[in-house]
């Protein structure tokens, strides 16, 4: 997952049996789990074939929210297991990362920097031609695994906005119901709910769609880098907002991680 904002996290979305599941009843804000009988199955998420053998994955986890069953991300059941089942299955990239950037063996410490690693020999890949790029399979495992790896800080993020929250509802009207959307998987109920909320609102009326469409077609491979901030480990909701500047929405400062814009626009002197 992956932090979305309110407006930006939203346009991301738009252009791109008997289980035990946890749920936190969002409305008493106790965080106690029970074991109940899941209203769907979300087996068909986190199924690519990159990540066989790398460990047992949990895809029924959810919260309840207001009565409604709102699934997290799908995790490994077995995080330090996976660790040592991805060393195995991507030992060439894993140690050009290490020695490139002086890390030790990856663990649950220094993951990210692998992470960060990881998209910094993308970027050189790229630029010079380098053996770890987009269709290097060991590439694609290793950014695959991260995905489904992150999804169990991303959960404890969810968690604590709710256990942290006063509110005792969240209607995806309600900007801290759109707030919880944003940080939910984009097929979870709420999530599906909040960006329909935004998408509606009258900043997303205002979009000139002809000059976000040639914004986004002349720098989709190739980043404003002169006018602003480049994040190589994950560039979207920069990106996005660069889009929506360029169509003449103004920008939304907010001091919370969860609103405003993330893009950042460098001086130019």
């Known amino acids: 997952m992956k932090k979305s904002i309110l407006f930006v996290g939203a346009v ?6 008997v289980v035990l599941v946890n749920k936190v009843d969002a409305s008493s804000k106790t965080s106690t789990i029970t074991k109940v009988e899941a209203k769907k199955d979300y087996s068909e998420y986190c199924n690519s074939p990159l990540l066989a053998d790398l460990g047992n994955i ?17 995790t490994f059941e077995n995080r330090t297991e996976s660790l040592e089942r991805i060393q ?21 410490d220094n993951w990210k920097s692998y992470k960060d690693g990881m998209y910094m020999l993308l970027d050189e890949s790229k630029e010079f031609g380098e053996e770890f790029g987009e269709e290097n399979i060991e590439f694609k495992t290793l950014r695959v695994f991260f995905d489904t790896y992150e999804n169990y800080d991303d959960n404890q993020e969810i968690l604590n906005y ?9 209607s995806a009207n309600s900007s801290e119901g759109i707030e919880l959307g944003m940080l939910l998987p984009s097929y979870a109920p709420l999530a599906e709910s909040a960006t329909k909320t935004v998408s509606k609102a009258p900043m997303a009326r205002a979009i000139h769609v002809p000059s976000a469409v040639t914004y986004a077609t002349n720098h989709a491979t190739s980043p404003n880098k002169s006018a602003y901030d480049y994040f190589p480990k994950g560039d979207c909701a920069n990106f996005t907002s660069q889009i929506l500047e360029a169509t003449g929405v ?20």
């Open 12 to 17: 991301c979305t738009l252009i791109s049996g």
């Open 58 to 74: 949990k895809r029924n986890e959810a919260i309840l929210i207001d009565g409604v069953e709102n699934p997290l991300y799908c």
């Open 88 to 108: 195995n299955k991507v030992p060439k990239i894993l140690s050009a990362i290490a020695e490139k950037y002086s890390l030790e063996q990856i663990n649950e």
């Open 162 to 170: 709710v256990n942290n929250s006063k509110q005792k509802s969240f």
């Open 250 to 269: 103004s920008q939304v400062v907010s001091d919370s991680v969860y609103s405003g814009w993330w893009h950042k626009k460098q001086k130019i002197f």
